[in-house]
């Protein structure tokens, strides 16, 4: 790879900007370009589609432009994961999301809870849950969870994630609880299509009841998010 075309990657990856990477077996790697750059074109070949499935994949794809065979190569940021509220549900999601490449915070003014001895290995942010996200700065590979069942930790983190391209947005608690949670919400301003992003209750259909298996759930939920999954058979 060219000079120019690994410190443009490098860049890209510092501001937390998908990418692509076009390689030939032949000529090596002959384009690289942001994901939000517009559609991918080589020659007469429109290449948007394959680069769209490597980045929600985070695999190469193969094809055929100009008679060559090309691999899109997708340069994805790290993944990142709020945890708002350091409950045992958390205890169990953040080892399993740092398992599945998540860089975890857990986010609670609750210092009693948002402790390093029952989150080992895991950032701990002990403000508001607003303040907080703020500084997170959640992107388009980024997740928020928010699990306190408290409308005044809960309900202005989830007011920041809406204000954020956060690809999957969550919330604990029963559809009732939910309801009245999106009424809150829409009292502070929050649209229909905004109510709309936050998956409540939080996690798939399993049946789940511990802590671990709620977790489980979310985790399952969030994975089908990112690789555009939900509703497939």
């Not at 895991?122 to 992107?139: G, K, Q, S, V, Y």
């Not at 409540?200 to 399952?220: D, H, K, S, V, W």
């Amino acid at each position: 790879m060219r000079l120019d075309m690994l410190r443009t990657l490098n860049e890209l990856r510092t501001a937390r900007r998908p990418a692509v990477a076009v390689v030939s077996p032949r000529q090596g790697t002959i384009r690289v370009q942001a994901a939000d750059a517009g559609p991918l074109q080589l020659g007469g070949t429109d290449l948007s589609q394959a680069a769209q499935t490597a980045l929600a994949h985070d695999q190469p794809q193969w094809v055929e432009a100009d008679g060559d065979k090309l691999m899109i190569a997708p340069f994805n940021p790290p993944l990142r994961l709020a945890i708002v509220g350091a409950v045992h549900i958390s205890q169990a999601l953040a080892p399993m999301a740092r398992l599945a490449g998540y860089d975890v915070t857990v986010i609670d003014p609750r210092t009693a809870f948002a402790s390093a001895e029952r989150f080992p290995g895991t950032a701990i942010d002990r403000r508001w849950p607003d303040e907080a996200l703020e500084d997170f700065a959640p992107d388009i590979r980024s997740a928020v969870v928010t699990l306190t069942h408290d409308p005044k930790l809960d309900e202005p983190a989830l007011a920041r994630a809406l204000a954020s391209p956060a690809f999957y947005i969550a919330a604990l608690g029963s559809r009732r609880t939910h309801g009245a949670r999106c009424e809150r919400l829409a009292a502070r301003g929050i649209d229909a299509a905004g109510l709309a992003r936050i998956h409540g209750p939080a996690g798939l259909a399993i049946g789940a009841r511990t802590p671990a298996e709620i977790a489980l759930a979310i985790m399952a939920q969030m994975t089908a998010v990112l690789r555009r999954a939900e509703g497939r058979p």
